[in-house]
């Protein structure tokens, strides 16, 4: 059974990250029930983000909220962002040592970036646009270097996690 290109973009960035930093993917809940036609299903588990990272390797303990987009074409739609995970993961923001965001995959330029859900949530409210072009991504973002192996990716997350220091809550 082939994956989609999205399953295969999380699996790719759950295998990146380095030993020593604790992954863990939240279930989908009832989304697979009807083999991903939810249609039938009357109350749907709503994650406010697909993954958690845990970085405890330095005193600079780091907890990542992730929610993981992989998209064709150079934006992103608002609608494929949910809006109980921008209120969830904005309420995140105010933890010291807690960095909730967004990692974007541009599939059709092999570029990913992590931006904070604070930066994306000022961006939506303020926009007259109905999707987040890749520019402003690039300037907001963190990228995440990546590098094909053969037909899968491996994205560099220690040069993502070291770059994240940089980011202060705003």
């Not at 697979?32 to 009357?42: L, M, T």
């Not at 909730?100 to 961006?123: H, L, S």
């Not at 072009?133 to 300037?139: A, F, N, T």
């Amino acid at each position: 059974m082939l994956m989609n290109a999205g399953k295969s973009f999380e699996e790719d960035f759950k295998r990146s990250t380095p030993k020593g930093i604790f992954f863990y993917r939240l279930r989908d809940g009832t989304a697979n029930f009807s083999g991903g036609r939810n249609e039938n299903v009357r109350f749907q588990q709503s994650n406010m983000c697909d993954c958690i990272l845990f970085d405890n390797r330095t005193s600079d303990r780091k907890l990542l909220l992730l929610e993981l987009k992989s998209h064709k074409g150079k934006s992103i739609p608002f609608n494929c962002i949910r809006q109980n995970q921008l209120i969830e993961l904005c309420k995140a923001n105010m933890f010291k040592g807690v960095y909730p965001g967004i990692v974007f995959n541009f599939r059709d330029v092999a570029e990913t970036y992590f931006v904070m859900i604070d930066r994306v949530e000022q961006y939506i409210a303020t926009t007259e646009r109905k999707s987040i072009p890749l520019d402003w991504i690039r300037e907001n973002g963190i990228h995440i270097p990546q590098q094909i192996k053969k037909v899968r990716y491996k994205y560099d997350i220690e040069t993502f996690l070291k770059r994240l220091e940089s980011v202060e809550h705003e």
